[in-house]
């Protein structure tokens, strides 16, 4: 079975500042996508960014960057440029076409 | 509006009571997904509609929990005999294609309905 791991439930960066989200999966499959969602405080869950395993380059989007190690299962998220508004829960997620898992999620807050 | 919607955004039930929690998906959006989110925790996948298709439900944690989406749009999960441990945010999400397509599509979630049950 597919699983998502994410090994920090919670994590604190300064306004402005970079941090880096951990996320580790399971699978074997070989065509899967990887997804990042944000649940803020107010508990709608939106999507940050996506990745196709079968794509090399990692995703972007504005602030947001992946890491993506597919050989080591491996995707981790980049949020440059902290604002306060990024304070909320992170979730990785997974899909194989058949499947659709979340990790445990990662608290983060922005401090000012 | 445009977005996933969901009634009752909370919902308090006494136990052995049944309940029934309402999704509007995005017009138009094939797939509708039902999450579990027990308050800490990170979504559990319950169900799964292609239109009207309930193509997977191995999520469902009894057969107490039943979900219907009778004209391939609104969905109604329905809980009978509610016990304390079915509290949770009960989570919908629709995506405009169905899984399994060639390319996979972002799923958009409701607000989720709060359901505690005393």
């Known amino acids: 079975a597919q699983t998502v791991t994410q090994s920090q439930p919670e994590m604190s960066v300064q306004e402005a500042e970079t941090v880096t989200l951990s996320c580790t999966y399971d699978t074997s499959e070989n065509n899967y996508y990887l997804f990042w969602y944000k649940q803020p405080p107010s508990r709608q869950m939106i999507l940050v960014i996506r990745?196709?395993?079968?794509?090399?380059q990692n995703a972007t989007e504005n602030r947001f960057s992946v890491n993506f190690q597919k050989a080591a299962k491996s995707f981790s998220l980049k949020i440059s440029d902290s604002q306060l508004g990024d304070t909320a829960m992170y979730f990785c997620a997974f899909e194989d076409g058949q499947n659709f898992v979340f990790g445990p999620g990662t608290r983060l807050s922005v401090l000012p | 509006g445009a977005g996933v919607s969901q009634s009752p955004r909370y919902k308090v039930a006494k136990r052995g009571q049944d309940v029934a929690l309402r999704c509007d998906p995005i017009?138009?959006?094939?797939?509708l997904f039902w999450y579990q989110q027990a308050l800490g925790q990170g979504p559990e996948f319950l169900t799964y509609f292609q239109n009207e298709a309930q193509l997977d439900k191995s999520g469902l944690p009894s057969d107490r929990f039943f979900a219907e989406r009778p004209e391939g749009s609104v969905s109604t999960l329905k809980i009978q005999r509610t016990q304390q441990e079915d509290s949770a945010v009960y989570l919908c999400?629709?995506?405009?294609?169905?899984?399994?397509?060639?390319?996979?599509?972002?799923?958009?979630f409701g607000p989720g309905t709060r359901l505690t049950v005393l």
């Open positions: 990745q196709e395993a079968y794509k090399q």
């Open positions: 999400a629709s995506s405009l294609k169905g899984l399994g397509a060639p390319s996979t599509d972002t799923q958009y």
């Open positions: 017009s138009g959006h094939v797939s």
